[in-house]
């Protein structure tokens, strides 16, 4: 759940990027490619990035102009000139940063000595770019409370340091192109909150920012490392395990590296996570006035969008701000950033909602802070607009995402059953990664046996797959002949499907015959669940089965691929029932939404059945991974 604040106030906000910005053709003297593989892969990133300038702290040379410290110090500087507010008035500094000049002491004690502050407590939180918000966090709940009146939260990143020549030399530069993809994606930066127990004007605008609501959720035990510095390339060895610096220098270990093909699984989770938090009522986004959402390219913009009006949730984009092309991506300083100069460019009215969104693809973790425009003490608010809160009391939910009231209304007769769906599969997902079997993928354990015994478990489930569908089918009445004939289709297209999974559990080496081939536990239950609802009269919550199972194929069948594929020593022949799935399950999915929308328009009532439905298959279906 969301952390809810009462008395947490924005009062200060100030940035810092240091010298002048650098376009796309200057930014060669810093990090120059040095041949023309290099070059080619630098216009690719930078055609879809969509970042035109940023800072850097380095000279053309390579030399450090400015500290990692530095930099925090002069936003914190800034931050406080908007509060008109002195040092000695803070009593907490709490600093998120990817690392900061030296590996110990905190950044946040080494930035406390830069400023010359005063005794103070200190946070460090280190990470990526979630690692900001932390920051706020922890000082947004000192605040409350009550355990300091007024604290400091900053971002601060100095990225470039990694990425100047002499790290790339002539022998180096042919290392994976994972190496190479940060090197035109990240810049340098920082940007400081002053956080207070009351609404103290920042600047002269009369305004300040009460912070509503922060949650963030982290799904490190699902996924595989996805950016990362101080592991080699195969994740296999820390840089501390080598016998010395430049040893571990020359393995690549401390190259920061970004597993392009891990990336869109942090929007995944991120959407999902977003619509869950709808569904439980926090987040209204028709009364959103201001998105700021933090992405690493302008490539993603339109994914999130399109993800976000799929799920009903869309927020116009006319409220969306982000300030990528002209700052480029500064990690856990971005939002921070962001939001100091949304505020000094967009004159924002009391009673504006502004909503943060923050994706971090480290090891996969979603962030939110959700904002009100309040006026300060002494100021006159603006006239705005009765309006409801973001937040509303668990009472309410019920009224935020009502029932359909007309058949012919598309959007509102599917919105309530999309976002429920959405909520349930953000607990299945990450509940099928953490099973033991995907475990073994993602820490690079799995083998051809292990491969042998998941497909050997699949193989009887997937055979009944197109029998439940055409049980239910036959179980429909008149009213639902169309939906029949789709799922009799659909049934049509997968009754083989079968054969390609156990011709794959031969070429990996099984030998028992396919109808020796047993279900295990959960697979038994999940089969007996869905024969039995298929035997009911009008079972029209199977939709909700599909949704799952074919989710499944299209968001983490994908997935899977690239791991079996550099775990295990088959051909691609080998991997044709996942291959398939992979690319058509999408499809599937589109003509499953076209059915829902068929039985909903006939009735309406069966959207709690698709919903309870897809809850327990997730369950069994998540039991038949564990049991593998």
């Given at each position: 759940?969301?952390?809810?604040?009462?008395?947490?106030?924005?009062?200060?906000l100030?940035?810092?990027?240091?010298?002048?910005?650098?376009?796309?053709?200057?930014?060669?003297?810093?990090?120059?490619?040095?041949?023309?593989?290099?070059q080619?892969?630098?216009?690719?990133?930078?055609?879809?990035?969509?970042?035109?300038?940023?800072?850097?702290a380095?000279?053309?040379?390579?030399?450090?102009?400015?500290?990692?410290?530095?930099?925090?110090?002069?936003?914190i500087r800034?931050c406080?000139?908007?509060?008109s507010?002195?040092?000695?008035?803070v009593?907490?500094?709490?600093?998120?940063?990817s690392?900061?000049?030296?590996?110990?002491?905190?950044?946040?004690?080494?930035?406390?000595?830069?400023?010359?502050?005063?005794?103070?407590?200190?946070?460090?939180s280190?990470?990526i770019c979630?690692?900001?918000?932390?920051?706020?966090?922890?000082?947004?709940?000192?605040?409350?409370?009550?355990?300091?009146?007024?604290?400091?939260?900053v971002?601060v990143e100095?990225?470039?340091r990694?990425?100047?020549h002499?790290?790339f030399?002539?022998?180096?530069?042919n290392?994976?192109?994972d190496?190479?993809?940060?090197?035109?994606?990240?810049?340098?930066?920082?940007g400081a909150?002053?956080?207070?127990?009351?609404?103290?004007?920042?600047?002269?605008?009369?305004?300040?920012?009460?912070?509503?609501?922060t949650?963030?959720?982290?799904?490190s035990?699902?996924?595989p490392?996805?950016?990362?510095?101080?592991?080699?390339?195969?994740?296999?060895?820390?840089?501390?395990?080598?016998?010395?610096?430049?040893?571990?220098?020359?393995a690549?270990?401390?190259?920061?590296?970004?597993?392009?093909?891990?990336?869109?699984?942090?929007?995944?989770v991120g959407?999902?996570?977003?619509?869950?938090?709808?569904?439980?009522?926090?987040?209204?986004?028709?009364?959103v006035?201001?998105?700021?959402?933090?992405?690493?390219?302008?490539?993603?913009?339109?994914?999130?969008?399109?993800l976000?009006?799929?799920?009903g949730?869309?927020?116009?984009?006319?409220r969306?701000?982000?300030?990528?092309?002209?700052?480029g991506?500064?990690?856990?300083?971005?939002?921070?950033?962001?939001?100091?100069?949304?505020?000094?460019?967009r004159?924002?009215?009391?009673?504006?909602?502004?909503?943060?969104?923050?994706?971090?693809?480290?090891?996969?973790?979603?962030?939110?802070?959700?904002?009100?425009?309040?006026?300060?003490?002494?100021?006159?608010?603006?006239?705005s607009?009765?309006k409801?809160?973001?937040?509303?009391?668990?009472?309410?939910l019920?009224e935020?995402?009502?029932?359909p009231?007309?058949?012919?209304?598309?959007?509102?007769?599917?919105?309530?059953?999309?976002t429920?769906?959405?909520?349930?599969?953000?607990?299945?997902?990450s509940?099928?990664?953490?099973?033991?079997?995907?475990q073994?993928?993602?820490?690079g354990?799995?083998?051809?046996?292990?491969?042998?015994?998941?497909?050997?478990?699949w193989?009887?489930?997937?055979?009944?797959?197109?029998?439940?569908?055409r049980?239910?089918?036959?179980?429909?009445?008149?009213?639902?002949?169309?939906?029949?004939?789709l799922?009799?289709q659909?049934a049509?297209?997968?009754?083989?499907?079968?054969?390609?999974?156990?011709?794959?559990?031969?070429?990996?080496?099984?030998?028992?015959?396919?109808?020796?081939?047993?279900?295990n536990?959960g697979?038994?239950?999940?089969?007996?669940?869905l024969?039995?609802?298929?035997?009911?009269?009008?079972?029209?919550?199977?939709?909700?089965?599909?949704?799952?199972?074919?989710?499944?194929?299209?968001?983490?069948?994908?997935?899977?691929?690239?791991?079996l594929r550099?775990?295990?020593?088959?051909?691609a022949?080998?991997?044709?029932?996942?291959?398939?799935?992979?690319?058509n399950?999408?499809?599937?999915?589109?003509?499953?939404?076209?059915?829902?929308?068929?039985v909903?328009?006939?009735?309406p009532?069966?959207?709690?059945?698709?919903?309870?439905t897809?809850?327990?298959?997730a369950?069994?279906?998540?039991?038949?991974?564990e049991?593998?």
């Amino acid at each position: 759940m969301p952390t809810a604040y009462r008395s947490a106030y924005i009062t200060g906000l100030g940035h810092y990027l240091p010298g002048e910005p650098i376009s796309n053709d200057e930014m060669d003297a810093y990090v120059a490619p040095l041949n023309r593989a290099s070059q080619r892969i630098k216009q690719r990133i930078l055609a879809e990035n969509g970042i035109h300038t940023r800072h850097y702290a380095i000279d053309p040379g390579g030399e450090t102009r400015e500290s990692h410290a530095h930099l925090a110090a002069q936003a914190i500087r800034a931050c406080l000139s908007s509060a008109s507010s002195a040092l000695d008035t803070v009593s907490l500094l709490a600093v998120g940063s990817s690392g900061g000049d030296a590996l110990m002491p905190g950044f946040a004690n080494m930035i406390q000595g830069e400023l010359g502050a005063p005794p103070m407590q200190t946070l460090s939180s280190q990470g990526i770019c979630v690692a900001g918000v932390s920051a706020l966090e922890f000082a947004a709940q000192a605040v409350e409370l009550g355990s300091h009146s007024q604290a400091l939260a900053v971002g601060v990143e100095l990225p470039s340091r990694l990425f100047k020549h002499s790290r790339f030399g002539p022998s180096g530069y042919n290392i994976d192109f994972d190496a190479h993809f940060l090197r035109w994606m990240l810049s340098d930066g920082a940007g400081a909150c002053l956080v207070s127990h009351a609404p103290a004007a920042i600047g002269s605008s009369g305004l300040a920012l009460q912070l509503k609501w922060t949650h963030q959720k982290s799904f490190s035990g699902d996924y595989p490392v996805c950016m990362q510095l101080g592991l080699t390339h195969d994740r296999s060895k820390s840089f501390l395990d080598f016998a010395t610096s430049a040893e571990a220098e020359a393995a690549g270990a401390l190259s920061l590296r970004q597993d392009i093909r891990l990336l869109p699984h942090v929007f995944d989770v991120g959407i999902h996570e977003y619509v869950k938090l709808a569904h439980e009522g926090w987040i209204a986004p028709g009364q959103v006035d201001h998105f700021l959402c933090h992405y690493s390219s302008a490539k993603f913009a339109p994914v999130i969008d399109d993800l976000l009006e799929k799920a009903g949730l869309r927020i116009p984009q006319e409220r969306w701000y982000s300030n990528l092309s002209t700052r480029g991506n500064t990690g856990a300083a971005s939002i921070f950033v962001m939001l100091a100069e949304w505020f000094a460019t967009r004159a924002p009215k009391a009673g504006d909602t502004v909503l943060c969104f923050i994706p971090e693809s480290g090891r996969m973790t979603a962030a939110f802070m959700c904002f009100e425009v309040v006026p300060a003490h002494g100021a006159l608010a603006k006239p705005s607009a009765p309006k409801a809160t973001v937040a509303p009391p668990p009472q309410l939910l019920p009224e935020t995402f009502a029932a359909p009231h007309a058949a012919d209304s598309g959007g509102d007769v599917l919105r309530p059953v999309l976002t429920a769906l959405a909520s349930a599969w953000q607990d299945y997902r990450s509940r099928v990664w953490r099973a033991p079997v995907m475990q073994q993928l993602v820490h690079g354990r799995f083998n051809t046996e292990a491969y042998q015994r998941w497909t050997a478990n699949w193989v009887p489930q997937v055979r009944e797959g197109s029998k439940w569908m055409r049980e239910g089918a036959a179980s429909l009445d008149s009213r639902f002949i169309p939906l029949a004939a789709l799922i009799g289709q659909h049934a049509g297209e997968e009754q083989n499907d079968f054969q390609i999974l156990y011709e794959d559990y031969l070429a990996a080496g099984g030998q028992m015959p396919i109808d020796q081939l047993k279900r295990n536990p959960g697979g038994e239950a999940l089969n007996a669940y869905l024969h039995g609802l298929a035997a009911t009269p009008n079972p029209l919550g199977l939709l909700g089965a599909i949704y799952i199972i074919e989710g499944t194929g299209q968001r983490i069948v994908p997935a899977l691929l690239p791991l079996l594929r550099a775990q295990v020593d088959l051909p691609a022949s080998a991997f044709r029932f996942l291959a398939y799935h992979g690319a058509n399950d999408e499809h599937h999915l589109e003509r499953w939404l076209q059915a829902v929308k068929m039985v909903l328009e006939i009735e309406p009532s069966a959207a709690d059945k698709i919903v309870q439905t897809a809850r327990h298959t997730a369950q069994l279906y998540a039991l038949q991974f564990e049991s593998i």
